[in-house]
């Protein structure tokens, strides 16, 4: 593999607790090359999913942060100007379809459209990525897939994906798991015993029933992982919860009191 790729490969395998069939799917996908949607809420495992996916599979994966500033050349690559003269980079995406790897747009939803549709051409029977600047017009590798993330409910309608976009992927839907699984997940990746993982388990899960009465977005699995962390290191529960689970999510001090009375109901 050459070294521009190389980087990029995973090489320890990361830890990913199944949840359902969706390693299955992933790699039926993958095994014909369509372009993945993940979609789900944040800190719920979609980016530990792919690294885990790309690991599985022995591939390189490439994954770029969306954002509103974010241009088509950013991904597809410009001319930079040095001291010989004028050389062509490739973006992040122009490497990932010329050397075969996982291309992950993460929260593609925040580039700008004009910059999404640089991603069809890659995404339909072509295969293909046009560097118009450059006058190349780049051949996929066999091994190339590409694959979004989306968190629901997070779009307005000024910002959401064009049906024209949408349509170019399946789509697996991510959740926070089962209170058993995602105990066993908090247990795992902190250190906590599983008596103290699942009393965090339940706390996530009273917040997130307070979802759209007064909070935007429950308390999310990388949250209680904070929350975990810290008390592996010995900080007091009801501290290590304030500061990881409450804080954060509100500034409303109803809303605060009634998540400090969810933590204390535990511990
Ligand atoms: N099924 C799982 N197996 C193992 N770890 C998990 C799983 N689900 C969540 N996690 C843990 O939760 C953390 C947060 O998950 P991750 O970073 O994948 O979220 P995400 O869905 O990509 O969020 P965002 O949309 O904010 O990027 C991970 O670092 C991992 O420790
Ligand atoms: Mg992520």
Known sequence: MSPEIDQYLVRNMPYYRTVADEVDLYEAAYSVRMPMMLKGPTGCGKTRFIEYMAWKLGKPLITVACNEDMTASDLVGRFLLDASGTRWQD??????????????????????QDTTVVIHPLTDARRVLPLEKKGELVQAHPDFQIVISYNPG?????????????????????NYPAHDIETEIVAHETGVSVEIAGKLVSIAERARNLKGHGLDEGISTRMLIYAGSLITKGVEPLAACHMTLVRPITDDPDMRDALDAAVSTFF
């Open 91 to 112: 973006g992040p995406l122009a490497i990932a379809a010329r050397f075969g790897a996982i291309c992950y747009l993460d929260e593609v939803v925040e580039a700008r």
């Open 154 to 174: 997070y779009q307005s309608l000024m910002k959401d994906l064009k049906q024209s976009t949408k349509q170019r992927f399946g789509a697996l839907d991510f």
